[in-house]
């Protein structure tokens, strides 16, 4: 997949591109289908299949101040869409300039001059363009002014549950993984660099790969039994192991983050890119009174998490 961050001065063999419009914070079954109808359309067309999203996501452009709810950080998106098929990802800078541009203005000078785009999908609620005053509609109406395709997809439904980010987020913060996963239609996962840290897992004989949390809504603090792949250096591949998201209250007070144990492994993961899956919540976390009941509770912890992912 190739990823671009800008929709100017692109080459040839990336414009014409069938793309799906959004944010597709998640990716989850509601967007996949969105996805899926660009891909086919694409296929038929001989034209490479795109995505089409900004960053920084519009929402935290105006309120940057506000609580963090971002499901995916950009490289866990673009590996989820990788994963998918997808040929082209879009990555536009949400800025000042952008977010000036009128409904017209967006889709001339953006997706049919920038890009080039044959043709768009978007969700039934997409709405886009300064105070988001265009609509899905409104974009049919442009596409066939400037020459390309619109495609509007139905939103996707679970039994009696529409599939949103909202109600991913609710099962996340609620410690529901399984719950978010039959949503997203993949484990949800975190993906990043592995940080230092103050090494006391190491001394206590759980070695834990550290990564930042900050900018995304946080699933629920405490353990988890997880799924963990390594993206970059000599230890690629794909392991088992346990998570504790939270502040570490054991040790004082600390920033919010993500620690993993991988099982039965050895060797250095500093600097290298990890994505952890959240396979299911195990407790909550808790200030223990000294190293050897945390140790204790972390072998229980382990121990149930190996059982729980045997299952898989």
Not at 241 to 267: C, H, K, M, Q, Y
């Amino acid at each position: 997949m190739r990823r671009y961050t800008t929709w100017q001065g692109l080459k040839a063999d990336d414009r014409g591109a069938v793309v799906a419009i959004g944010n597709f914070d998640g990716v989850h079954l509601g967007h996949q289908s969105v996805l899926t109808q660009a891909q086919e359309i694409a296929l038929r067309s001989q034209a490479p299949s795109g995505v089409v999203t900004f960053e920084p996501h519009p929402r935290s452009y105006f309120a940057p101040a506000a609580k963090a709810f971002r499901i995916m950080n950009p490289a866990t998106k673009a590996h989820r869409l990788q994963k998918l098929g997808i040929d082209r990802l879009y990555e536009l800078p949400f800025d000042g300039a952008l977010a000036a541009l009128d409904p017209q203005a967006f889709a001339t000078e953006v997706l049919h001059k920038g890009l080039g785009i044959s043709h768009a999908i978007v969700g039934a609620d997409f709405c886009f363009g300064k105070d988001r005053a265009g609509t899905a509609e409104t974009l049919v109406a442009l596409g066939q002014e400037l020459g390309f395709g619109v495609s509007i997809a139905d939103l996707v439904r679970l039994s009696e549950l529409e599939v949103s980010s909202t109600a991913i987020r609710a099962a996340l913060a609620e410690g529901r993984p399984r719950d978010a996963a039959r949503m997203l239609g993949h484990w949800h996962r975190i993906d990043g660099q592995v940080l230092g840290g103050d090494r006391r897992g190491r001394e206590i004989g759980y070695p834990t790969a550290n990564m930042s949390i900050q900018g995304l809504h946080a699933p629920k603090f405490g353990i988890y039994a997880v799924l963990v792949d390594v993206l970059t250096g000599p230890h690629l591949g794909s392991y088992r192991g346990a998570a504790s998201i939270g502040v570490r209250p054991t040790f004082g007070e600390n920033a919010p983050n993500l620690e993993t144990f991988i099982f039965d492994f050895t060797g250095d993961l500093y600097g290298e890119e990890l994505s952890v899956a959240f396979v299911d919540y195990l407790r909550e976390e808790a200030k223990f009174d000294g190293i050897d009941a945390l140790v204790a509770q972390m072998d229980r912890d382990c121990a149930k998490a190996r059982d729980l992912l045997a299952a898989l």
